[in-house]
């Protein structure tokens, strides 16, 4: 079970404390994955702890979070491009089928990952590949986040 800031990742996000935050952006919070086996995994966050579905917000919120999401997949596809030449796009998820709250998920995809997995779902990797400590989010991952923020600030509406 999560503990401190994951435990509750909006509001720990809305009180400072979350330390995956990259941005604040109109609907929500970009913030880095906390893990990355696909360097550049990145997710939006509602910045609306009672919002569980995209359809809980009111059509202007829903559109600011939409284009939450699009800026965020513009930031990491146009950092994973420059760092790795094996990039190949990004994958955008909606789903809310484990977590009780509205988020987006930012998948880059690479030409290196598994043969067997590489067209398919993020979600098929083997459940070792998430917990796995060498791709646990951390201070060997400051360059790409520093990278994520300044493509989010340059993206800036």
């Not at 998820?93 to 997995?117: C, M, Q, S, T, V």
Request: charged share 25%; net charge neutral.
């Amino acid at each position: 079970m999560p503990s401190g800031w994951q435990a509750d990742r909006i509001r720990s996000a809305l009180r400072g404390e979350n330390p995956t935050v990259l941005r604040r952006l109109s609907a929500g919070f970009a913030v880095i994955g906390d893990t990355q086996f696909l360097p550049g995994y990145s997710v939006l966050l509602t910045d609306d702890p009672g919002v569980e579905r995209l359809t809980d917000l009111p059509r202007p919120r829903r559109l600011a979070f939409l284009d939450d999401m699009e800026r965020v997949g513009e930031a990491v596809e146009r950092v994973c491009r420059r760092l790795d030449p094996a990039f190949r796009r990004i994958n955008l998820e909606i789903l809310g089928n484990k977590d009780p709250f509205l988020h987006a998920h930012i998948w880059p995809r690479y030409a290196w990952e598994p043969p067997e997995l590489v067209a398919k779902p993020v979600w098929l990797y083997p459940p070792q590949r998430w917990t796995d400590g060498q791709y646990a989010l951390g201070p060997q991952h400051g360059a790409l986040r520093a990278e994520l923020v300044s493509e989010l600030d340059r993206l800036r509406p």
